[in-house]
């Protein structure tokens, strides 16, 4: 049999619906290794708010830097006459202690008591008078500088800190950036895979291979698609096969939807009735929903003809005690060995020998479901 060439790009669009099922509006649950784009969108997110709260520490200090200007403009309109105040009251101070003799005598020579203490009172208002002009100075040339420097030395700190915020929004985005060229590059690599995969299933569609298991299975390729690929997760469509996974709704939710879609498919198989416990697993570890019972059916034709107790997936020697254990232990592996979604560099490792044909019959039951 042979494809037109806008049948396999139907078919090309359909598989890679399922094999990257997990779109950028549907964050998987599972916990990934290293950081994922949504802990950088968070990261950005969080030192954008930083900068942002940087931005307004400078543009606060700065106003209160301008507010000060007017006071700065005061003392300094001060400080000449202060300087020279200052200057007059250091010449008399020294004068006055130079003349220390003169001043006893002038002490000495009151007449009565009551000169006396005028005389005291006269010379102490003088040193007083003195010393006020002098720390006058002081006070106004310190305050100068302190103002300045406070002001300056916190408006410094803002910058560094903005420019600290700056660095690490810059570098976030890098990384984000970094991150999302990383991950449009490894879906081009997985688009060109899938296709060079179900063009050589296509050549031998019909045609057995053995699976994994040791069983033997019909290469299937997922049928035509009139969808286009932006067409894929059209939540409006409940039915379509090509819909994404929709990681948004609680897990009531989703068990409830996919558990009904799996019982469907898996209906008159051994393992049918089990929809809710595939769905379930999916939930909790972040696999794709119709990635193990796909598998199941091309491995063991659902649960038909296993090696192993409870084993429908040609999971090497393994058995189980029931199927619901052997779907949450097949289920957590494909999350913890194989991604939790449908590659052909996962079809490549679970199938060596016959990883297109595996890939693309995985694909064509996934699209079933």
């Known amino acids: 049999m ?19 099922a997990v779109g950028m509006g549907a964050a998987r649950p599972a916990v990934a290794l290293g950081e994922t784009l949504d802990d950088l969108e968070a990261k950005v997110e969080q030192t954008n708010d930083e900068l942002t709260a940087a931005n307004d520490k400078v543009t606060q200090i700065q106003q209160q830097v301008d507010d000060n200007q007017q006071r700065i403009a005061e003392i300094e309109a001060q400080l000449p006459d202060a300087r020279a105040a200052a200057a007059q009251s250091i010449r008399a101070q020294y004068k006055m202690q130079q003349g220390s003799q003169g001043l006893v005598e002038l002490v000495l020579s009151s007449e009565n008591f009551f000169d006396f203490l005028s005389t005291i009172q006269f010379l102490d208002s003088v040193t007083s008078y003195n010393t006020d ?14 103002t300045r420097t406070d002001l300056n030395s916190q408006l410094s700190q803002a910058e560094t800190e903005r420019q600290n915020a ?6 976030a985005v890098a990384a984000r950036t970094a991150l999302q060229q990383e991950m449009a590059a490894e879906q081009a690599r997985q688009e060109a895979e899938a296709e060079a995969a179900l063009q050589e299933a296509e050549q031998n569609e019909g045609q057995t ?6 069983n033997t299975a019909t290469v299937q390729v997922p049928e035509s698609s009139n969808s286009s690929s932006s067409d894929f997760g059209n939540s409006s469509n409940s ?4 819909e994404n996974v929709n990681w948004q709704s609680d897990k009531d939710g989703f068990v409830a939807k996919w558990s009904t879609r799996i019982d469907a498919y898996l209906a008159g198989s051994p393992l049918a009735g089990y929809g809710s416990a595939f769905a379930a697993a999916a939930w909790d570890y972040g696999v794709d929903p ?13 649960g038909l003809y296993c090696a192993y107790s409870h084993n429908a997936w040609g999971w090497g020697s393994v058995s189980w005690g029931s199927w619901e254990t052997a779907i949450y232990a097949h289920t957590a592996g494909l999350a913890s060995g194989y991604g939790g979604y449908l590659t052909y560099s996962m079809a490549q490792k679970y199938c060596p020998p016959n990883a297109s044909a595996w890939y693309s019959s995985v694909a064509a039951n996934m699209a079933m479901i």
């Open 2 to 20: 042979s494809f037109s060439s806008s049948t396999r790009n139907g078919a090309i669009a359909l598989a890679l619906a399922c094999t990257l």
């Open 133 to 146: 002009q002098i720390q006058s100075l002081v006070d106004l040339t310190t305050e100068l500088t302190n």
């Open 166 to 171: 700056q660095d690490a929004l810059d570098s």
């Open 209 to 214: 291979f053995q699976t994994e298991s040791g």
């Open 239 to 242: 039915n379509s096969s090509s």
């Open 290 to 302: 119709r990635l193990s019972p796909a598998i199941s059916a091309v491995e063991s034709s659902k």
